[in-house]
């Protein structure tokens, strides 16, 4: 499994939106990480689609939709629209037969489905998603808010995952640096979401080249 570094558009500096999106390409991220957040499923409000679809529009790279929001099914066009290539949403926000439903619908638009768990859920809880996935996103912080300590404690759950599901992308997002991305991917992570220690490292190429070294050390 490839080693993909997901700058996390919550870390830059939003006064200057589509030179920081350009520079996080032109750094060597593989995608963009958006989260939208609704104030409701966690306790932040981000930003939209319009946004999403312009801050997308000026680089090349794929963009990943994180929704951390009590209704993700109802905006999957919108989602579409915004030119999101994957879209994740937590296994929580509603019974499992309407999560499954979901995950279908993102695929129907030709979008990758992923589903999220948050610390607090065990790996078992992906399982019966498994079939529908094509990526897993392990939360390694209560999701909500950039520049938090990674949960070391979300190790042995990764690992799980990537036993259970040796084929399908596992991601982090939380706290991801050099250091703690070398452990989620000696545990089986290769897709790593980087907020505050990408777009806010002295040098943003640099830090992504140093994430992705550590992380390629344990490819699985
Ligand atoms: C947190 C978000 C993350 C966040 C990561 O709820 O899902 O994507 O931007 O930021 P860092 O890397 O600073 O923890
Ligand atoms: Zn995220």
């Not at 104030?39 to 999403?52: E, L, T």
């Not at 951390?68 to 937590?90: F, N, R, W």
């Not at 079939?131 to 912080?141: E, F, G, S």
Request: some cysteine.
């Amino acid at each position: 499994m490839s080693v993909l570094i997901a700058p996390s558009i919550l870390a830059c500096d939003m006064l200057a939106v589509g030179r920081e999106m350009k520079r996080a390409a032109s750094s060597g991220a593989d995608i963009l990480h958006a989260d939208v957040m609704d104030g409701v499923y966690v306790p932040n409000i981000s930003f939209g689609f319009d946004f999403i679809k312009a801050a997308g529009s000026v680089v090349d790279i794929p963009v990943d939709v994180h929704m951390m929001t009590v209704c993700p099914q109802k905006y999957i066009k919108e989602l579409k629209d915004s030119g999101a290539c994957s879209v994740t949403i937590h296994h929580d926000i509603a019974p499992e037969p309407d999560v499954i439903k979901a995950l279908w619908e993102i695929k129907n638009e030709g979008m990758r489905a992923a589903v999220a768990l948050r610390p607090k859920f065990p790996a078992s809880d992906i399982e019966p998603f498994l079939p529908y996935i094509d990526m897993a996103l392990v939360m390694t912080v209560e999701p909500g808010f950039g520049g938090q300590k990674f949960m070391e404690d979300m190790l042995p759950k990764i690992r799980k995952i990537r036993d259970a599901a040796p084929d399908i992308d596992i991601q982090v997002d939380g706290g991801i640096n050099e250091a703690t991305a070398a452990l989620c991917a000696e545990a089986g992570a290769n897709v790593f979401v980087v907020g505050t220690a990408s777009f806010r490292a002295p040098d943003m190429k640099e830090a992504i080249k140093k994430i992705r070294r550590a992380a390629e050390k344990f490819e699985v």
